[in-house]
């Protein structure tokens, strides 16, 4: 269990910085979770985070990699929907270090 | 590594116990192994799939939602047993329409959901080399 500063509030996150009660989240706490990792939050990061967002949103859960690749390349076209472009903007992993920005938990089968 | 037949058959209503929930997790986590899994809803199990659920009275998590993610994780063999749905007044207008996108047919979508009789659910979980039962 940790705190993260966003804008002089905290917000509560667990071991890995995941946050606590996804409902707290914010664009500005994506941003500051990314700032913490030298990460500058482009336009096409974004798409990605809003996509997860909706994603849980509808289904529940956070998608496998391998889902959100194949979501992506159906949304944002087949040169966007592959695990080098997701691994490009996402180097920790486009499951773990893209879920933890929008807020969600740990993809299910992420060991 | 060569690929088998797993079925997961699903048995209980999907509160009360834990079995439902941890069901869907567990061949959510073995999708990612790409092998070629199948889901059995038998008995009570028909009630997870039903349409509309709602857990307001019982402080639980309505995780219904999920099932129809499962198309994503290209698991969409999922059988009925159809003498579960009749012996409960249930029909396949009760179950939620959970559907695969076929990539390769610009993401068509298909149906998931097979409702067979006992007989031919027999014959199904006989064909497969691995079973859970939850």
Redesign the interface.
Known sequence: MGMLDVNGTSVEVDEEGYLEDLSEWTEEIATAMAAAEDVDLSEEHWDIINFLREYYE????A??V??LT??VG?RLGKAKGNSKYLYSLFPYGPGKQACKYAGLPKP??C? | MATKKFMYVNRKAPYGTVYALEALEVVLIAAAFEQDISLAFIDDGVYQITKEQSTDGIGMKNFSATYKALGDYDINKIYVEKESLDDRGLTADDLMPLVWEDEDDDWAEKPSIKIVSREEMAAVLAAQDVHYSF
């Open positions: 509808e289904y529940q859960i998608p496998a391998r889902v194949k979501a159906k299910t089968g060991v």
